[in-house]
């Protein structure tokens, strides 16, 4: 049974940054890409970073490109988020997912909406910035 275990989140002030885990089990880590997204409140979930099984390729939804960074390491199955010089508006529910298509995965990052067809999620890990 696939596990997708999300960790990290918590309130944090503007301006601060935080680092969010994503540990995966149950499946051979190194055959999967792994990708952040996050839901406001009241909107759609939206594509955050997505990285290619080696970890030598990532990729940014536009307007997430400069302050988060995301990496893998595959001998602790675990893909990290890197976010910086956070404000308010990034306070979500930041969700962890995984799939053996890295184009599927690249493709959901394009548009809010479109990412519940990828094959493994985790229950989320809360982010709240305070102003």
């Known amino acids: 049974q696939v596990q997708v275990l999300e960790s990290g989140g918590e309130m944090v002030q503007a301006g601060g940054s935080l680092r969010l885990s994503c540990t995966i089990s149950g499946l051979a880590f190194d055959d999967v890409a792994v990708g952040w997204f996050r839901q406001i409140a009241g909107k759609e979930r939206e594509g955050v970073a997505c990285?290619?099984?080696?970890?030598?390729?990532?990729f940014y939804a536009d307007s997430m490109k400069g302050r988060f960074t995301i990496t893998r390491d595959n001998a602790k199955n675990t893909v990290y988020l890197e976010m910086n010089s956070l404000s308010p508006e990034d306070t979500a529910m930041y969700y962890c997912?995984?799939?053996?298509?890295?184009?599927?995965?690249?493709?959901?990052?394009?548009?809010?909406?479109?990412?519940?067809?990828?094959?493994?999620w985790g229950q989320g890990t809360q982010v709240t910035v305070s102003s």
């Open positions: 990285i290619n099984w080696t970890g030598g390729s990532a």
């Open positions: 997912a995984a799939d053996h298509d890295l184009f599927t995965m690249k493709d959901a990052l394009k548009a809010a909406g479109s990412s519940s067809h990828l094959a493994y």
